[in-house]
């Protein structure tokens, strides 16, 4: 690749990572807050899945998260964001080159810069999908490159090895980004079936591409079940109790209605869909294995997102590595109106970003829960406890006090402590938690689908105040300064 070119890739990665700068400090989503709360305290053994802690993410996410936390907490965490971002961005412009040569590298960059960097989907929040793009997307360049002819049968297995050892990385981040192994498969598949690939050569890319992802596999989980999380209760972290969370979703909420809505407009708007669509024409254009493969991953990627029950706009995040490849190799690979259109699309994805990151200038950020965890911390002392119910962990966490309930999400409490059993069981023991903050009602709790008592905390505490509308109640018994409200309304 030319200098020139070199230098526009790097340009394209400033972007990314500077497009992120600006929300270094931004207040931390409840997924964020919560991760960092389960990492920091996986410090060995306990009763749940991650030591006192239960949440059903695979053990590498809980480890950058531990990371992250252990170096910083917020701030560390977003450049870990950042350097995510970045690496995406080149390693799409590799994926992008190594199957349709030097000149799809620069168009992929500044595709996936674009589309990882867009306000509509990304927000500058780290989540395990942005986590887990670099691992997928290192995977499929390792793919391609075993895939090439001229390697000798060792080398190519060694480049199999790889790419299984980073789709074990994408799915030990974020259990449904298969997408490694969608790659592989389906263009393996293709390439026997059209013999592009000999069987003998087949098999020694299988076996180190299984070799890979089940020695990576191995190394993570068996480092985790050493510091307490056992295989068999990760495995039923990981998908049968996702299966489980899906039933126990509220489909006809007008809150979940709303995402679907938000999610769909995003698809359009953050490029996924648009883009693709434009892309289309490789499949008869350009029709290769790997060509077919990189839209199945589309594919896979567009109904995981689909099937994600709660619609958060950030699942998009999985289409952006695939889609900016494709991107980039549509734009070497059509004729003038082709490109004319690939390109009119992309720019109306960054007329979207950008009118996106103009209204939200004017928005401010949603502080409040941080600032009710600061107003209790003012007042706390340092071996209270608390516990925030039935979500809201971003409260806990601005805290800096222990989280004292395992489950840290409402999906989890909802299947796990459907009937508020463990919930009772904190309250009542001898290491209760000093405070209690209610993001829901009492009275509302039948609603989001708990069958327990609804009159838990009357007999051990008193409600002292309001915390912007949010019940704060302390443990009787226990002197402490009441918490002056951040929203002026108590």
């Not at 490159?145 to 050892?165: F, K, M, N, V």
């Not at 020695?215 to 989980?221: E, K, N, P, Q, R």
Request: hydrophobic content about 55%; overall charge neutral; charged content about 15%.
């Amino acid at each position: 690749m030319t200098r020139s070119r070199s230098l526009l890739v790097a340009l394209a990665v400033v972007a990314a990572v500077a497009a992120r700068v600006p929300r270094l400090r931004y207040p931390l989503s409840p997924d964020e807050a919560g991760f960092l709360t389960v990492g920091g305290g996986w410090n060995s053994a306990g009763p749940y899945l991650y030591g006192e802690h239960w949440v059903d993410r695979p053990p590498l996410l809980i480890t950058i998260f531990r990371l992250a936390e252990a170096t910083g907490g917020m701030v560390s965490l977003r450049v870990i964001g950042l350097l995510a971002a970045g690496m995406s961005v080149w390693l799409a412009s590799r994926v992008a080159r190594s199957l349709a040569g030097p000149a799809a590298a620069v168009p992929a960059a500044f595709a996936a810069a674009l589309l990882f960097s867009t306000p509509v989907v990304a927000n500058g929040r780290v989540d395990g999908e942005l986590l887990a793009a670099p691992f997928v997307l290192a995977g499929m360049w390792a793919a391609v490159s075993a895939l090439h002819p001229d390697l000798t049968i060792r080398s190519a297995s060694l480049r199999a090895a790889l790419s299984g050892a980073a789709g074990a990385g994408a799915i030990l981040v974020k259990q449904n980004f298969v997408d490694v192994v969608v790659f592989v498969g389906v263009a393996g598949l293709a390439a026997l079936i059209r013999h592009q690939l000999g069987w003998v050569r087949a098999r020694a890319l299988i076996l180190g591409f299984l070799g890979g992802i089940v020695g990576a596999g191995l190394v993570i989980v068996l480092w985790s079940w050493n510091r307490g999380t056992s295989p068999a209760e990760l495995f039923e972290a990981m998908y049968p109790f996702r299966l489980q969370a899906a039933e126990a979703i509220n489909h006809d909420s007008p809150r979940v209605l709303d995402r679907r809505e938000n999610l769909r407009w995003a698809a359009f708007l953050g490029g996924a869909i648009p883009v693709t669509l434009a892309a289309l024409p490789l499949l008869w254009k350009r029709p290769r294995p790997t060509t077919w493969a990189l839209f199945a991953v589309i594919g896979y990627g567009g109904v995981s997102v689909a099937a994600g029950g709660s619609a958060w706009l950030h699942y998009l995040v999985q289409l952006s590595g695939p889609v900016a490849v494709v991107a980039g190799i549509a734009v070497v690979s059509f004729g003038p109106r082709g490109r004319w259109v690939l390109r009119s699309v992309l720019a109306a994805v960054l007329v979207a970003a950008l009118v996106a990151a103009w209204v939200e200038r004017d928005v401010e950020p949603p502080a409040k829960r941080a600032e009710v965890g600061a107003a209790i911390a003012a007042v706390a002392e340092p071996n209270d406890g608390i516990v925030v119910f039935p979500f809201g962990v971003n409260i806990a966490y601005a805290t800096g006090l222990d989280t004292r309930y395992p489950y840290l999400w409402l999906l989890p409490a909802l299947v796990r402590d459907n009937d508020l059993e463990r919930l009772a069981a904190t309250i009542e023991s001898d290491d209760a938690p000093t405070w209690i903050v209610l993001t829901a009602t009492p009275s509302s709790w039948p609603g989001y689908g708990f069958s327990g008592p609804t009159d838990l905390l009357d007999d051990r505490y008193a409600e002292v105040t309001e915390l912007c509308g949010r019940p704060l109640y302390l443990l009787r018994g226990a002197a402490r300064d009441t918490p002056v409200d951040p929203c002026g309304t108590g």
